[in-house]
């Protein structure tokens, strides 16, 4: 059996999402009101997934990450067109940094992408990694600014091949697609890391993610599966209070998916 306990706030849609759900005879999902009953499931070894619902985040995420002290905790919005029939194909990528205050240097942003990559080599997927930056490479000069990311973007793309090359479950000359792995810089093509299907986008910085993640997901309507916790062990989704039945459903689904994948 599947447990998962799920956060129940002001936004009652969660409760029509988890009841569509019934049919699942192996899943079990319980909804709880309160911040600490959701912090008290994830620390729970018998509950194997949480999702923050329509309750608060910031008392939740304090609590995870006093309690995961000794991690390096982030979070990646995880979109998947698979089920969506309004697309034209099948496309899964995770987008990070979203949180306006994330990925505010390289150092971040490295351990950011190896933690995304984790999570797609887990999903058994091979991890295209896309970096982005504020201009065209031939933009440089254009203003400081601009030369400053074009210049944070070239060196993050050449010290990630290097990170990558000395992990050991990532290897280029595996037979295993999953242990593969690209790296490239689209600096502010975004438009293109998509179409060469990345499904790895790491945004300039928090700001551009989240504005990113607000273009495609509130106003395109891509599904967005909720956002990932990354650099744990336990599965822990964050979603909006404001999400619909349809956005917690996917949630629901996802964090069923990746438990059934641990057993």
């Not at 194909?89 to 490295?110: C, M, Q, S, T």
């Not at 793309?157 to 479950?169: G, Q, R, V």
Request: charged share 30%; no cysteine.
């Amino acid at each position: 059996m599947i447990n998962i306990v799920a956060g129940l706030g002001e936004n009652e849609n969660i409760i029509e999402a988890s009841n569509e759900l019934k049919e699942i005879e192996d899943l079990n999902i319980t909804l709880v009101e309160s911040e600490d009953e959701l912090i008290e499931a994830f620390k729970n070894p018998d509950v194997n997934a949480v999702i923050r619902g329509s309750l608060k985040a910031s008392k939740v995420m304090k609590a995870i990450k006093e309690f995961k002290s000794d991690n390096k905790i982030n979070r990646a919005t995880y979109i998947n067109t698979e089920y969506d029939g309004t697309f034209s194909r099948d496309y899964e990528f995770l987008l990070a940094p979203v949180g306006i205050d994330e990925g505010k240097n390289i150092e971040e942003k490295v351990i950011l992408a190896i933690q995304a990559a984790n999570f797609i080599q887990y999903l058994g997927k091979k991890p295209k990694i896309a970096i982005l930056a504020e201009g065209r490479k031939d933009d440089l000069g254009r203003s400081e600014r601009i030369d400053e990311s074009l210049k944070a973007s070239e060196e993050l793309t050449e010290l990630l091949k290097s990170e990558f090359d000395a992990l050991e479950n990532f290897d280029n000359g595996s037979d295993d697609p999953s242990r593969n792995y690209s790296i490239k810089n689209y600096y502010i093509l975004l438009e293109q890391a998509i179409e060469d299907g990345n499904n790895i986008i790491l945004a300039n910085d928090g700001i551009f993610g989240n504005i990113i993640f607000r273009t495609l997901v509130l106003l395109d309507k891509w599904p967005s599966y909720g956002a990932i916790t990354l650099g744990i062990d336990e599965i822990f989704i964050d979603t909006s209070r404001d999400q619909s039945v349809e956005g917690y459903k996917r949630s629901l689904e996802l964090a069923y998916k990746l438990a059934k994948l641990r057993e």
